[in-house]
């Protein structure tokens, strides 16, 4: 019994030294206009995704944007994924931290995945239809 005691004890304690790995900063004067994004009530129990004129100006226009691949089904190559400026290892869903800006991604061709940052190139759409699909889309995106 001792020796059980012993090694929950040693387990407990590795869980406590463990940290979250520290990523790369991919911040940029783009995210920032994305982060502009805001809901408003507009009655009781609805709300409505606000876009200022900053983020409405970046609307059908080609962008750059540095950031993580999250993925949305197994595998190890995506056309289509959830791109944030965080990894997903700091994702509240997935990890620890807040919930970042993400945008949905469809590729002109596959990526595969990885850890690492990268930079995808695409025309960037604000989907302000209300539906329940994602708010902010980057089409015909490519790898950088």
Same mark, same amino acid.
């Given at each position: +019994?001792?020796?059980? +005691?012993?090694?929950? &004890?040693?387990?407990?304690?590795?869980?406590? #030294?463990?940290?979250?790995? #520290?990523?790369?900063?991919?911040?940029?004067?783009?995210?920032?206009?994305?982060?502009?994004?805001?809901?408003?009530?507009?009655?009781? &129990?609805?709300?409505?995704?606000? $876009?200022?004129?900053?983020?409405?100006?970046?609307?059908?226009?080609?962008?750059?944007?540095?950031?993580?691949?999250?993925?949305?089904? #197994?595998?190890?190559?995506?056309? %289509?994924?959830?791109?944030? +400026?965080?990894?997903?290892?700091?994702?509240?869903?997935?990890?620890?931290?807040?919930?970042?800006?993400?945008?949905? #991604?469809?590729?002109?061709?596959p990526i595969n995945w990885? %850890?690492?940052?990268?930079?995808?190139?695409?025309? $960037?759409?604000?989907?302000?239809?209300?539906?329940?699909?994602?708010?902010?889309?980057?089409?015909d995106a490519v790898k950088?």
């Amino acid at each position: +019994m001792k020796k059980y +005691m012993l090694a929950l &004890l040693v387990l407990i304690s590795m869980t406590t #030294v463990a940290q979250v790995a #520290v990523h790369s900063e991919t911040r940029t004067a783009t995210w920032n206009l994305i982060g502009l994004k805001y809901d408003k009530q507009v009655k009781p &129990l609805v709300w409505q995704a606000v $876009f200022p004129s900053a983020l409405k100006a970046i609307h059908n226009k080609v962008i750059e944007l540095p950031g993580y691949i999250i993925p949305t089904k #197994v595998g190890n190559s995506f056309n %289509e994924f959830m791109f944030s +400026m965080v990894p997903v290892a700091s994702c509240p869903y997935c990890g620890t931290g807040d919930i970042p800006s993400m945008i949905e #991604v469809k590729t002109l061709k596959p990526i595969n995945w990885t %850890e690492e940052p990268i930079t995808l190139r695409g025309k $960037f759409i604000i989907n302000d239809s209300g539906d329940s699909r994602s708010i902010f889309f980057l089409l015909d995106a490519v790898k950088k």
